[in-house]
């Protein structure tokens, strides 16, 4: 039953794609809700009917429970749960990074899951927590590795075995790690031990794990983010590569009483109304909501509901090429999403390597928006352009004398023909009236058309407003000025 990823559509690197099974397929991205046996919240009917394609469980929990244990082994995990679909299991490495030991082996944990009929089974990896030192990192990682080459060698490689990416806070042992696994075979690509990262908003950190993780990653693997509960982060997580995500965010909140939202979470009790459609918040008042038996059963509902709505977002984002204008809005809900969203930015040349040569528009949104992979790509193919050996290049459109070709100037593209104003990104790029940082990235396109055109003798002409802007960066390139 072996693991299979196809992508269909991308936008960054974010994409929709599908996650294959043996006969089970999963569309992605995708959310796994964590199902604890004891105290299901959410039904197996209501998660399927709220579109739910797979779930995670603890396998190593099952295997220590009388209650469970026997039953799984005779009648089968799905019949346990109650759920027809993709069922993933955890090994018992949470319980390991907590307890600090746990009573079971990689092998016996795996030899478990797939007696219960598991549909994907997770090794005993180490999970090497953020503080760890890099001899500890370093001794974790190897440990793991062993154990994932022995998973291999016991199972086969068919088997339906989950490759954790270990290695701390240190991007090159995430990018060894990437590429062992990767050579080892495996397709579906746990990405481990971030949920502290994310509990204390380290988002540039986990931009840093997840981007070395991917550097060396398969392209064909399908990449998981292990404990990515809230949906305010997905949007992030999935421009970096993330296919899936797995989250007990919806019940553990719940029972703090925290309502979510894509923009963060709020205590029921501060609120005056439920600012949400989902059958919960369309059937009873804040107050009713706060007042009722089950509320935490009522709550869990509602922030599964916000969390699985955001997966569809995201996914119709990457169909249409607007994934980067979602990571925006959402990532100026936290100052430290906001942290990552720059950070990421800064990833910009890899990302441009997947990102989508067209798309439906460019809708610049601030400074931020400079960076991003559609500017960078199209600076990029300025080398291509086929120039006279005078050009102009015009701010305003309009022609001096002396010049045979004349270039008109787009922030934060830089200068095209008039022949590419109808195509993507110059013709549907949503630009407000020009502000500095733009037009300061707009110069670097001047610049580097004239760094790749040395036959060419290349002047700018502006308006008295940018022209100490563009004079002082474009250095020694000839600026005209046009007091128009």
Request: charged residues 25%; glycine residues 8%.
């Amino acid at each position: 039953m072996a693991i299979a990823f196809e992508s269909l559509y991308s936008d960054i690197a974010g994409r929709c794609g599908k996650l294959t099974i043996g006969k089970k397929t999963v569309r992605t991205p995708a959310l796994l809700p964590v199902i604890n046996p004891h105290l299901q919240l959410v039904t197996p009917h209501e998660l399927r009917e709220m579109g739910v394609e797979a779930i995670i469980t603890n396998g190593y929990i099952i295997s220590q429970s009388r209650q469970f244990r026997e039953r799984a082994m005779t009648e089968g995990l799905h019949k346990v749960l109650g759920f027809d679909g993709v069922i993933m299991t955890d090994s018992g490495s949470f319980q390991l990074s907590v307890y600090g030991q746990v009573s079971i082996t990689s092998t016996g944990t795996l030899a478990f899951q797939r007696d219960i009929g598991s549909d994907i089974w997770v090794p005993l990896d180490i999970p090497t927590s953020p503080a760890s030192d890099r001899e500890t990192a370093e001794q974790e990682l190897a440990v793991t590795l062993r154990r994932l080459a022995e998973a291999r060698e016991v199972f086969g490689r068919d088997a339906p075995i989950a490759g954790p990416v270990q290695g701390g806070i240190f991007e090159d042992l995430r990018e060894q790690a990437g590429r062992e696994v990767s050579g080892m075979g495996f397709s579906f690509c746990p990405i481990g031990a971030v949920v502290p990262l994310m509990e204390s908003y380290r988002y540039r950190d986990l931009v840093s794990v997840v981007m070395a993780a991917k550097r060396t990653l398969s392209p064909a693997a399908c990449t998981h983010l292990f404990g990515a509960g809230h949906p305010s982060m997905f949007a992030l997580a999935t421009a970096m590569g993330c296919d899936l995500f797995d989250s007990a965010a919806y019940a553990l909140y719940a029972k703090a009483g925290r309502y979510l939202t894509v923009h963060g979470s709020f205590r029921l009790d501060e609120l005056a109304d439920l600012p949400c459609a989902c059958s919960v918040c369309r059937t009873y008042t804040a107050e009713e909501l706060r007042t009722a038996p089950d509320r935490e059963r009522l709550l869990a509902l509602h922030n599964l509901y916000v969390t699985l709505a955001e997966i569809s977002r995201i996914r119709q984002a990457i169909v249409d090429g607007t994934l980067w204008e979602l990571v925006d809005e959402r990532c100026r809900g936290h100052p430290q999403l906001l942290s990552g969203y720059r950070a990421l930015l800064g990833h910009a040349p890899s990302l441009e390597l997947h990102d989508r040569v067209t798309k439906r528009r460019f809708f610049y949104r601030g400074d931020e928006s400079c960076a991003r992979t559609e500017v960078l790509h199209y600076q990029q193919m300025l080398s291509r352009l086929r120039l006279e050996d005078t050009v102009l290049v015009s701010f305003d459109g309009n022609k001096c004398e002396g010049f045979k070709e004349t270039l008109l100037f787009r922030p934060p593209f830089g200068p095209y023909s008039r022949e590419l104003g109808e195509t993507f990104p110059i013709g549907p790029s949503e630009v407000p009236e020009w502000d500095e940082p733009m037009v300061r990235r707009g110069c670097q396109g001047v610049r580097l058309l004239c760094s790749t055109h040395p036959g060419s003798r290349i002047a700018v002409s502006c308006s008295a407003r940018w022209e100490p802007i563009v004079r002082q960066e474009l250095g020694e390139i000839e600026v005209l000025y046009n007091a128009v």
